[in-house]
């Protein structure tokens, strides 16, 4: 492929990365495209700015010499367009940390809460809402060691009120309770691709207080970016302030 090729495919490719990279969010957010549609269409803009970026260093080696300048500007468009998008893309991982790869986190991998109401919903009865197990438990204790059970002032059933409270202070919308079982469901939809997560809690009694645990699953994907356990790190510090 000669000079000036590279440099005008690697533009091209970083204009259409970063196109779709913002679309596909931007399309969620409006109604146009569902999560999973849009996802796929920002996941194709970050691997297509990638490809411009190795094709635009290409082309600015390649056009180093003054008498191939000519397809420059090109290479640098390319360039520049795809590093926005990759930068953005490690900036984001980043932020998330080295966690590990799950999507369902509580705070007791040794007897999670189950879910009951979200099993029955239409979105989820193809999906397995089972704890993975101690695959899960492993990796989860590995990467989360700070999450436990949540202990607190208080009988049972108060808690559970001031626990339904905060969740809905939180953004949590709830789908189901039951007092008897001393257990509530909720979902939370994220902010930016707009994946809904089911949530789960259950409070017990524990000595002379009571004790809270909490499951957060995605209902997409194996990883989660450490969303989950951000969620239940935000309640927990909601519910024993």
Known sequence: MNISRVATLSAALGLIAGTA???????????IFTPFIGFRIFTLGALLGLLALVLGVIGLWRTRDSALRGGRPRAVAGTA????????????????????????IT???????????ARKIPENLERDLSYPGEEFAVLQREGYPDLEPIEVDGLPGEVLVTAEAVAQQLGWKITYRDASRGTFEAIQVTPIFRFVDDIVVRVQPDGAGSRIDVRSKS????GDMGANAARIRVFREAVTR
């Open 107 to 117: 705070t007791d991998p040794d007897s999670p809460p189950a879910f009951e109401a």
């Open 219 to 222: 209902r997409d994907g194996r």
């Open 81 to 104: 367009l795809g590093t926005l998008v990759v930068l953005t893309i490690l900036l984001a991982a980043g932020s998330a940390g080295n966690v590990p790869v799950i999507n369902d």
């Open 21 to 31: 990279f913002g679309l596909g969010p931007a399309g969620i957010q409006v109604g």
